[in-house]
């Protein structure tokens, strides 16, 4: 059986993330790595068990969320869909059932702003959790008089919070920005795109989505 602990502990996946961090490492972009997906795989997981989602589609939204950025070692461009097609031939080579795959793929293949949708539950869990993984921790330049719109936005992340209410109707990604690296203002102006997108993935899940940052609600 094919499961996210099977998939993370095999070498040649492994591989695939390594090298795609590597390539947008050499591009200049935030940590993609090991650290990111994990966080994203536990957080779509949970957001959808928290929904009273059976374990069989927890399971698959975090497989999709340990695969969802392979396809950055090809290019950053359309790289949710090379990773949806990546993700089909390494899933099928491992004899994943094809319902199972299809799932998988469509939420890879739907995760970037630029043409995601979210087609289902899966897809629109990863969506959530991928975009809300905004922090300090994924900057790699330590040069900070050389830092670029997305490197000081994501440095001014002390803290972020992906949270739904209990009565399951409403889900909050709250924000800590210190505003001596980056205005709020920045903020939106390089994630409008993905906060819109992540209205339509909760939306797609029954919930209103809010945005708090620095404990005033913008969204």
Avoid at 125 to 143: G, P, Q
Avoid at 184 to 213: H, P, Q, S, T
């Amino acid at each position: 059986m094919i499961t996210y602990d099977s998939l993370r502990r095999d070498s040649d996946i492994k591989i695939y993330i390594e090298r795609a961090d590597a390539a947008l490492g050499a591009l200049g972009y935030t940590e993609h790595c090991f650290a990111h997906v994990g966080r994203v795989s536990k957080v779509a997981g949970d957001l959808l068990r928290d929904l009273g989602m059976d374990e069989k589609t927890v399971e698959l939204a975090r497989i999709a969320g340990l695969l969802h950025d392979i396809g950055n070692v090809v290019n950053r461009v359309d790289h949710s869909q090379s990773g949806a097609l990546m993700a089909f031939r390494l899933l099928d080579r491992r004899n994943m059932p094809v319902e199972d795959i299809c799932t998988v793929i469509t939420a890879i293949g739907n995760h970037d702003e630029g043409t995601g949708v979210p087609i289902d539950n899966v897809s629109a869990a990863l969506i959530l959790a991928d975009k809300s993984d905004v922090r300090r921790s994924r900057v790699r330049n330590n040069d900070m008089t050389t830092f670029d719109i997305h490197d000081r936005v994501n440095y001014s992340v002390t803290n972020s919070l992906l949270d739904l209410n209990k009565d399951k109707t409403e889900l909050c990604l709250s924000l800590t920005v210190d505003t001596q690296y980056s205005s709020i203002m920045d903020y939106f102006e390089i994630f409008l795109e993905r906060m819109n997108l992540c209205r339509r993935a909760a939306e797609k899940l029954g919930l209103r989505f809010r945005l708090v940052i620095n404990e005033q609600f913008i969204l």
